[in-house]
């Protein structure tokens, strides 16, 4: 088959591949985006892509374009060196802009390949994936946290003071990455000429540097609000996770710090395992109090 046996073909897999991961990306930093402004949206989108037949099949499809584009990037890299021997050669053709990201690519994928592999283990593993096999996550206060708190997860993870500067390292390699890929893909289906290829590196450009941007932005504020506590002491965003956990097949145990804890809760006539009730819902138990009290609902 000539898409696997031809370095056209390879490359045709592989500007295919990149353009789904592009769009993703794009995707991604959109979705985050709501907890920049709505932090409970965000919640709600983490809970619409749980683990839903749906999210499930999306995530199987990403994962299986992400490592085509792999093993044909190092296919192809590997082809190139082979080909070009112990001589190395100029390219005049090349923008001078991209020369850096282009002689650096494949050091340039391993970085954002290191950097995905941490965000899913700070993330996917922790929700999606813990939903899928069932098993607890538990914050450093030994708090389980049901997977749709994306929130919460937030605040664990950009809590790390290593966090922020580990992810501006990952966005500048994807920002890089994503420019030369976007010049080289055009190039593989034929616009490379000089007028259609300036103009859509200046859009590949202008696209890839606002969602990177965007991404930067997010990964600051969310280190804000995570030292701050917003994601863990929010009211709304406590009630939130009560009532996750309340229809949910975890333990939550929730210490609110700050605002009111609902006391009349702790009380013998509305016990903790009644608080999903209706006639004590957790709006309804947001007494004033001057001290911090354990909510815990079990399902």
């Known amino acids: 088959m000539w898409l696997t046996s031809s370095s056209i073909g390879r490359k045709l897999i592989m500007a295919l591949t990149g353009v789904c991961l592009v769009l993703f990306v794009t995707f991604h930093a959109l979705m985050n985006g709501v907890a920049l402004f709505w ?69 340039l994928g391993i970085v954002v390949l290191a950097f995905l592999v941490l965000h899913l283990i700070q993330f996917w593993s922790k929700m999606q994936l813990a939903e899928i096999c ?39 390699a994807l920002w890089f990455h994503l420019t030369h890929g976007f010049w080289s893909m055009m190039q593989t289906v034929g616009w490379n000429n000089d007028t259609w290829m300036c103009r859509l590196k200046t859009i590949g450009n202008a696209w890839v540097s606002i969602v990177v941007a965007l991404f ?56 903790p395992a009644n608080c999903a009730a209706t006639e004590c819902a957790p709006a309804n138990c947001a007494a004033s109090c001057t001290e911090n009290v354990n909510v815990i609902v079990n399902e």
């Open 39 to 107: 932090p409970s949206a965000y919640n709600e989108v983490c809970l619409f892509l749980g683990a839903n037949w749906y999210a499930l099949i999306a995530s199987a499809g990403l994962a299986a374009l992400f490592i085509l584009h792999i093993i044909y990037a190092l296919w192809l890299t590997v082809q190139n060196r082979n080909a070009r021997g112990s001589e190395r050669y100029d390219v005049t053709s090349r923008p001078k802009q991209v020369e850096w990201a282009s002689k650096n690519m494949l050091v």
């Open 216 to 271: 930067i932005a997010q990964a600051i504020v969310f280190t804000v609000q995570a030292h701050r506590g917003t994601y863990n002491n929010c009211p709304a965003l406590q009630e939130q996770y009560m009532e996750m956990a309340a229809h949910g097949k975890n333990t939550f145990t929730m210490a609110p710090a700050g605002e009111c804890a609902p006391s009349r809760c702790a009380s013998s006539e509305c016990a």
């Open 134 to 172: 069932g098993f607890e996550v538990t914050d450093a206060d030994g708090q389980t946290v049901p997977p749709a708190a994306g929130t919460w997860f937030l605040a664990m993870a950009f809590r790390n003071p290593l966090t922020l500067p580990v992810y501006l390292i990952g966005f500048i």
